[in-house]
């Protein structure tokens, strides 16, 4: 509908204008809807299991990334690397591109929207039509066109705040997927030592067994042994060497992951990582500090706070729609029938126009779009406190799993080397005589499986520190997520501005 409308060659009618522009000015503040507020949870104030991991220690440097605190430069290297050139990290940092480029395309909507077009064109008219004027002419036209949505009720505010909300969203899910990257890297790295540790143990016990096999035949070669002995050493050592082949696939296995976590092929890391080297130390104390704290520092949270506050402000855009959208517009230009006289003062033309749209007769479907926005809303409130429940349920198992596989260590540790020892002691009481090859091969099998287990265990607590570290979001709190885009070509990254900062 337009309510003023003007033809004056000179000048655009005036009064619309300097109206709308009022009534502008006197509600610009005015955004219907309801406004966010953060959720108000009650949380406890630590953690059930933190006393079980927290040893009287000094605490590790919290500020640091996690993997520095395993003090193992190639461990570093890689976690850097894989931040640097991940595959699904890039697909993160272009779909948050797209959330910041759509966010740009809805703050030009606070401003006019202004453009030019111009056109020729023959027209030959009917003789009917033509009311005694040359049948067929030429036509030329020129202008700059403009026009405004005066932001009332709030649609555009609205708008603009629900995609802002979004692209913090896709900032921290940026940010949470680093912490899995890493985590990730971290524990696929500890995983491999592990392996390679059992591995050596196992070819080192493969090769006792072999001497043990080579002392029963000499034992037989001066009839004080039997064939049996004989055949029973044999598969012994067997049993002992099949391990072998299972843990060198899982190494591989271990490093084509490393490698393409990195952003690399499968196969580009096996030289670096095919030298055994020992697990990294653990940390003396990793302390998970309060839920509070857990609450402001995991990504995830703050993703599901961002979208609860997207969804609250589209509730403000859905209600927008119950009241009128009003909008200027106005033309400047030239007509002509001869593209020489196009620019001349008797071809100027021009209109000023404020128009109104309200859907008040189809009020029953605003309705039913607010009820919808509104259901949004509380779905994605329960959202946010299911993802806080489960960030705090993935806290305390972390933190149990690593109390109980520190213990398991100690003990494991503990059997090894008294199973070592007890290996040691049958060997020579088998060469005195004093027992038989039964009693010699079940000490060399039960130290097999304490060191195996012991190894084991180790690397489970080392990937059970890395899972910690993670439910902790990365051990680097109170720091913004990096935003770090990876060139085409593997290992050329540059790191830019800070995701969040851009946000706002």
Known sequence: ????TSSNPRRLA????ACATLVLVLLAGCSVGPDFQRPVLALPDHYSRHAATAPAAAPTDAGAPFWRHFNDPQLTALVEQALAANGDLRVALARYDSATAVLREGRLSYFPVVTASAQGGHEKVSTDQSYGYPRSHDTYS????VNWELDLFG??????????ALVAASARDVAGLQVVIAAETAATYMQ?????????????????????VDLVGVRLSTGRGTEFDATRSRAQLAIAGAREPALQAQIAVAQHRLAVLTGRPPGALIAELDAPRPLPALPARIDPDSPATLLRRRPDIAAAEERLHAATARVGVSTADLFPRLSLGGLLGTQAFHSSALFEGSSQSNYALLGIDWSFL????????????????????????????LALEETENALVRYARTRSEDEMLERAARDSDQAAQLARLRYKAGEIGLYELLDAERVVLDAQDAFADSRTRSAMAAVALYKTLAGGWPERAPERVRAAPAHGAATTVAQATAEVR
């Open 1 to 4: 509908m337009i309510f003023a």
């Open 14 to 17: 005036p009064v619309p204008l």
């Open 142 to 145: 020129a202008g700059i066109h």
């Open 155 to 164: 649609r555009v505010r609205r708008t603009v705040e629900q995609r802002t």
């Open 192 to 212: 491999l030592r592990g392996l390679q540790e059992r591995l050596r143990l196992v070819t080192q016990n493969t090769s006792n067994q072999r001497q043990v």
């Open 362 to 389: 189809d009020v029953g479907r605003v309705r039913a779009n607010i009820a919808a926005s509104t259901a949004e809303s509380a779905a994605m409130l329960a959202q946010y406190q299911q993802t806080v429940l």
